[in-house]
């Protein structure tokens, strides 16, 4: 088996030696800059250990092999498409939990609490005997979070840990009724055809006033105008995104440029699952993914 390894996924020697145990592995230590490169990389290999640089632009020509990837989110190509080349594709679910929920996390602590504005603060709060505001805190606080996967059932636990009422979205629940009530709206769906655009206008108009929204996921979920126009209607206190879809750290992205400028808008730029224990865990899934396409007992397909 020939294995070709896209670009740099920081393996460790273990990890190393497991892959090469499986096949001739080569390593490529750069991103692919262009959908050429990519295919120049891959040529003649039976197995691709990937990244989303280059196979995001050349998908639709990659033909009769065996993909994985060391994350969650692989909506940034058509499946039809690849099950048409004869490609199957794996993904590495749930590996970015820990940190993802971290995230979302210090954003409803940032969000609630505005710790941002108290961190090294030189405003004169004691002046004219005038007190530091009060901030609304987690605890009693009602969040609801839409999906009750891997990433929501974290956040759900650490929520619970805050002593926050929790609740959740699931397939087949009424959207509207299920945000109505919220302080803060968790969104850990995943992208797929029936949640292309799902919180729209009417989703956004439903919330309670004077909650807040945490996006986490890709942004073809999210209506992000319509989230706009609610946050500056004042329906909305607070909106925080990490820009999901977007390339890992592109702060030239159009998505995030628009939502730097808003006020009431905390964004990062897609690193929310960058943590060492993210990266293992992807690469220890990735090879797991290899190891089980080579004994004819494939795992994690969504191919």
């Known amino acids: ?17 497991r892959l090469e145990s499986l096949g001739d592995v080569t390593y490529c230590d750069s991103l692919p800059e262009t959908a050429k490169e990519y295919l120049q990389r891959i040529e003649g290999a039976d ?52 940190a993802v929920s971290e995230w979302v996390m210090y954003m409803v602590l940032s969000l609630m609490r505005e710790f941002p504005r108290f961190v090294n603060t030189n405003e004169a709060f004691r002046k004219d005997g005038n007190l530091p505001p009060l901030t609304i ?3 009693g606080n009602k969040m609801t979070i839409l999906g009750q996967g891997k990433i929501g059932q974290q956040v759900g636990k650490l929520a619970k840990a805050f002593d926050m009422e929790v609740s959740y979205f699931k397939r087949g629940d009424n959207i509207i009724t299920a945000v109505s009530d919220a302080d803060v709206v968790v969104n850990a769906l995943s992208s797929n055809p029936s949640t292309r655009k799902i919180l729209d206008k009417g989703f956004f108009s439903a919330m309670k006033k004077g909650s807040y929204f945490v996006d986490v996921t890709r942004s073809e979920i999210v209506d992000d105008e319509a989230m706009l126009h609610v946050l500056d209607e004042g329906r909305l206190y ?4 990490d820009c ?60």
């Not at 088996?1 to 030696?17: A, G």
């Not at 607070?238 to 995104?241: H, K, Q, T, W, Y």
């Not at 897609?270 to 224990?277: E, F, L, R």
């Open 1 to 17: 088996m020939k294995i070709v390894v896209t670009n740099n996924q920081s393996f460790t020697d273990q990890q190393k030696s």
């Open 47 to 98: 197995i691709i250990c990937s990244g989303t640089a280059g196979l995001q632009d050349a998908y639709t020509q990659v033909k009769d092999v065996y993909i994985t990837v060391g994350f969650v989110s692989v909506a940034f190509v058509d499946l039809d498409v690849l099950r048409k080349n004869n490609v199957t594709l794996s993904n590495a679910p749930g590996v970015n939990r820990h």
């Open 137 to 139: 805190g987690l605890a």
């Open 238 to 241: 607070g909106v925080a995104s």
């Open 244 to 303: 999901g879809g977007i390339l890992v750290g592109d702060t030239n992205d159009p998505l995030y440029t628009k939502l730097l400028k808003h006020p009431k808008v905390l964004v990062t730029p897609h690193v929310s699952y960058n943590t060492p224990m993210s990266m293992k865990l992807g690469a220890d899934v990735m090879i797991d993914n290899v190891e089980a396409w080579t004994k004819g007992k494939p795992q994690n397909v969504v191919t």
